[in-house]
């Protein structure tokens, strides 16, 4: 009895430090794909752009201490809002803080609203639609601008009005939503997740050597007197 006690204890264990090692490994393989993506989108705009991938995750870093973001969802909206050519180094960390600011007026994820602000840099008229959901009205007179601005390849300048209107409005939303105790678990959370990352780390090196370490071992359970 006490065998079989000490033996079903043992499988427990395994599968509790199987089930924890994948954690590990998944958190780590989604860091690697938000950092891979980040970097395609930088060599993507080449030299021009006037940043590199390890300033731009330095920044996310910063910005997930201070807001409900992870690095990772603020690296998939940095490689998002890198695929507009008037988004570079002089604004681009500008307009990464204003996407967490939008984001979190209206409720949706930083890539999705570095999508929803690129189009609106780029289809005429939505601009308009874009920003009222952050209770932003955009008079025709702007959105004409902003029309012509990007009809004339002067898109930059459409950047600076929208930028300038969201910081007016929704500017500071992300970190004074950390400050709330529900901010608090997002960013207790996200630093769980930082830690599984860097465990994790190390097993995704030699995944092989993992599952084979674990077959040993279910060899062993499955027949422990063998």
Known sequence: KDMALAFGGSVVSVAAAGAMLKS??????EAEESENRLAAAVRRRGASLGTTTEQLKAFASQLEASTRFSDDAIQKA???LLRFDEIDASNLNEV????LDFAQATGQDAASAA?????SLLVPGEA?????????TLTQSQQDLIDKWNGMGQSAKSVDLIIGLLNKTVGGEAANSAKTAAGGVDQLANAYDNLKE???GGLIGDLTAVTNAVKVLDAILKNPLG
């Not at 990464?96 to 996407?99: F, H, N, S, V, Y």
């Not at 999508?115 to 189009?119: P, Q």
């Not at 308009?128 to 932003?136: D, N, P, Q, T, V």
């Open 24 to 29: 590990f490994a998944r958190a780590a393989m």
């Open 78 to 80: 940095q490689a998002v």
């Open 96 to 99: 990464t803080r204003a996407t």
């Open 115 to 119: 999508v929803a602000l690129g189009k």
């Open 128 to 136: 308009m639609r874009a920003l009222k959901e952050a209770g932003i």
């Open 198 to 200: 860097t465990l994790g």
